[in-house]
């Protein structure tokens, strides 16, 4: 009998009819027993790079994972397509442990999960030994550098799978990896003969926009409404912040929940688990939510603080949209943001090698903030990657920013500072250039300075925005374990000395944000049989205490409702139906399609 090539395999069992991107070379590298480094984007397709090659190679393939969310998600997925899947983690009691490590020793699994913790005890690589392995699977890769943003030390020690297992190819992947990042993966997971398959970071069906906070409740909540019934992530920077922003979104009539590592966790645990399984939800979270969050339809990520990096924020943008649907990515950011990262970072108790690393990405992500060129090019020139510009979707590019000499402007701001005693913040500055007669002015004598009264040219806003930029710029730093109170930087002496001009970014006058438009059937019926379809979907699910979305994708629910198969052949054409759905659900489907007429 011929064996099954990886593209029957992934007509059959996933049902799609051929590989996207570099996923096809991926899989016939792993297949022939190579090892690799794989950089793909959220949404890109990365489980289908092991996932296909743990089914055509013998022995059962180890999937390590950090994250019990993704485990229990992929594990759900894979089983409705008949795969003999499983997951090994905390949420398995004894009994249930037991055997799925007794399916492992026996060859009873196809593909098996497990975190980083316990595979690396005595008893789990003793049943490993006894296993016939296909592969090994090194998830979230980029948790290995300890200069990343998600550093997990056991994933130091996973060098051993290479060192007992050298003929078992070994595939790490990642979706968030600058270079020096990327380097330090290969030297640690001992990967250096491994070929390396670099995907564009590009997502190009997020929409990028970042705002000047004013009033960000009210920015949020205008935000949120302008899109009734989809699904989304807020996050906010303190637990406390995001309780009483969940509370503001229910008071307004928004389906919100809360997430936070302070919570009870089964109450963490029901919010996340609606959140996958209802429409409509939005979660207000820290950034202890999302990692391996499967969910295809959630429609934008909100951010109400600022992130600590490119890299975070990348990663968490990437929530959104991971079906390839439209999707935007919102953020309002404001001085104040740039003082509590900074302070966070200064007053943590890292070396001071690593505490000016994290300095450099905060001031990658601020540039970007104020980048007047396209959002994506800012983006993925982090990332090494080149791109044109223009995207046609992101803020700059459809409502391109205009500048301003702002030589003058800064001067006087600069100037200020240093009058001043470089001790005081933004607030306390404004008033002094404004010519404000406040008590505290009155009280320190700055009524006196030569700066007081020589900025009325710009009102309060505008001064804000200079000082904020000034700060990107590098002109000001933040005093450490201040309240924002402000200090020239080296590169502010040849401005003040007249030796360079400026231009800033003019603040754009509220508008409306565009939103994101969703193709529209031509056919109206079509809308019709889609809507039923989810319908049905929804009650397969609930039948069986799963996510929507693992029965069959929006995606393939669109492709059923236009192409209106007749047949159980015809609907094994569609994309995204393999032979197990099919199987299972096919005759439900085809009986609501033809009732459809």
Not at 45 to 64: D, E, H, T
Not at 126 to 135: C, D, I, K
Not at 582 to 588: I, N
Request: aromatic letters at 8%; a neutral charge; hydrophobic letters at 40%.
């Amino acid at each position: 009998m011929t064996p099954e090539s990886p593209r029957q395999l992934l007509r059959r069992v996933f049902g799609y009819d051929d590989f996207r991107g570099p996923q096809r070379e991926i899989v016939e590298h792993v297949v022939a027993g190579g090892d690799a480094l794989v950089l793909m984007p959220t949404g890109g397709g990365k489980s289908l790079c092991y996932q296909v090659p743990a089914l055509l190679r013998p022995g059962c393939g180890i999937v390590v994972s950090p994250l019990i969310a993704l485990m229990q998600d992929q594990v759900a997925a894979l089983t409705q397509l008949g795969v003999r899947a499983a997951f090994l983690n905390s949420a398995l009691d004894a009994g249930s442990a037991l055997e799925v490590e007794r399916q492992l020793v026996e060859g009873e699994l196809d593909l098996l999960y497990v975190a980083p913790e316990r595979l690396l005890t005595a008893r789990f690589l003793g049943l490993l030994e006894r296993a016939s392995l296909a592969l090994f699977a090194i998830d979230e890769a980029h948790c290995v550098s300890q200069w990343g943003h998600d550093f997990r030390r056991e994933y130091r020690q996973l060098t051993v799978l290479h060192e007992r297992w050298p003929q078992v190819p070994r595939i790490a992947l990642t979706a968030t990896a600058d270079a020096p990042t990327r380097a330090e993966i290969v030297e640690r997971l001992n990967l250096v003969d491994a070929r390396q398959f670099v995907s564009s970071f590009d997502r190009p069906n997020i929409r990028y926009r970042v705002e000047e906070k004013r009033d960000p409740r009210k920015q949020l909540l205008e935000f949120v409404r302008a899109r009734p019934g989809q699904s989304g992530i807020v996050y906010a920077l303190s637990r406390r912040k995001v309780d009483e922003t969940a509370e503001f979104l229910r008071g307004e009539g928004v389906h919100a929940l809360a997430y936070h590592a302070g919570m009870d966790p089964g109450d963490r645990a029901r919010h996340q688990t609606r959140f996958l399984r209802e429409d409509a939800v939005v979660m207000v979270a820290t950034i202890a939510f999302g990692m391996g969050i499967d969910k295809p339809d959630v429609r934008f990520v909100a951010h109400l603080d600022l992130p600590k990096s490119m890299e975070g924020y990348y990663q968490e943008t990437g929530r959104a949209g991971r079906d390839g649907d439209p999707a935007e990515a919102w953020l309002a950011y404001g001085l104040g943001d740039v003082v509590a990262v900074r302070q966070m970072i200064d007053g943590s108790e890292a070396a001071e090698e690593r505490k000016r690393l994290e300095r450099r990405k905060l001031d990658a992500l601020l540039g970007y903030c104020e980048s007047v060129r396209c959002r994506r090019q800012s983006l993925l020139a982090y990332f090494g990657e080149a791109h044109a510009g223009n995207c046609g979707n992101c803020d700059n590019c459809l409502e391109p920013p205009q500048t301003w000499d702002a030589t003058q402007a800064a001067r006087k701001a600069l100037s200020c500072v240093y009058r001043t005693g470089q001790r005081f913040g933004v607030a306390h500055l404004t008033d002094v250039l404004l010519g404000r007669e406040s008590e505290r002015v009155i009280e320190l004598g700055h009524a006196r300075l030569p700066t007081f009264g020589i900025g009325k040219e710009l009102d309060e806003r505008q001064w804000k925005s200079v000082f904020r930029q000034l700060v990107a710029g590098g002109y000001l730093d933040v005093e450490a374990g201040s309240y924002g109170s402000l200090r020239l930087a080296e590169a502010a002496r040849p401005l003040l000395r007249g030796e360079t001009t400026l231009l800033l970014r003019r603040e754009r006058a509220k508008t409306k944000a565009p939103k994101t438009r969703f193709a529209v059937s031509a056919h109206p019926a079509d809308d019709s049989l889609y809507e039923r379809l989810r319908e049905l979907r929804g009650r397969l699910a609930r039948e069986q205490n799963l996510p929507a979305y693992v029965i069959f994708h929006d995606a393939t629910l669109r492709a059923i409702a236009s192409a209106r198969p007749q047949t159980l052949a015809a609907l094994g054409e569609v994309q995204g139906v393999g032979a197990r759905k099919l199987e299972r659900y096919g005759q439900a489907v085809l009986e609501l399609v033809q009732a459809a007429g």
